[in-house]
């Protein structure tokens, strides 16, 4: 069992027999009275995230999940399909699980997923994606004052606001966190 004082980041529990894994973290002592725990979960059966609210001395029941390298290789109407690296089995997850993290999984790339018997929880994906940028305005001649951005649209379907040195065919790296331009891409 969990304390909820121990359900930081990234931790994985239940409750009523559903998985879910935490995704911020808040502990707050008001005066005299009793410390709560306030944290952002994802729902990993269903993909969605609720916040829930629990007295400091609260238990959960620990999950005990396993963490695979497996490999991205197609997309269809209702599911992504990976490929384990070493047996060459092939795992399917529904796509309402792992919507956010598909923008950023392009094909043949491998990724971590998340098991908790047998059954894939969710997708693991690094802090920053680099990806081609397809659609952008050109930049204006003389506008070169400090944050000022324009739209751009990548090669995963994602609009953003980039500086106005990115032109169209340019590499960017993006935070898969915030979905923000972090920087141009250094080796393209």
Known sequence: MLQATDLKAGVT????????????????????????????????????????????????EEISTIRKPLQFLYLDRARAVFMDIESYEQVEIPIPIIKEELLYIKEGVNVGVLFWDDQPLSVEIPPKATLEVVETPPGVKGDSATNIYKQAKLENGLTLKVPLFVKRGDKIVVDTRTGEYVERAKNY
């Open 13 to 60: 529990f239940q409750i009523d027999g559903k998985p879910y894994k935490v995704l911020k973290y808040f502990h707050q002592k008001l005066g005299r009275g009793g410390a709560t725990v306030r944290i952002t979960v994802k729902n990993l059966a269903t993909g969605k995230q609720v916040e829930k609210t629990f007295n400091s001395n609260h238990k959960v």
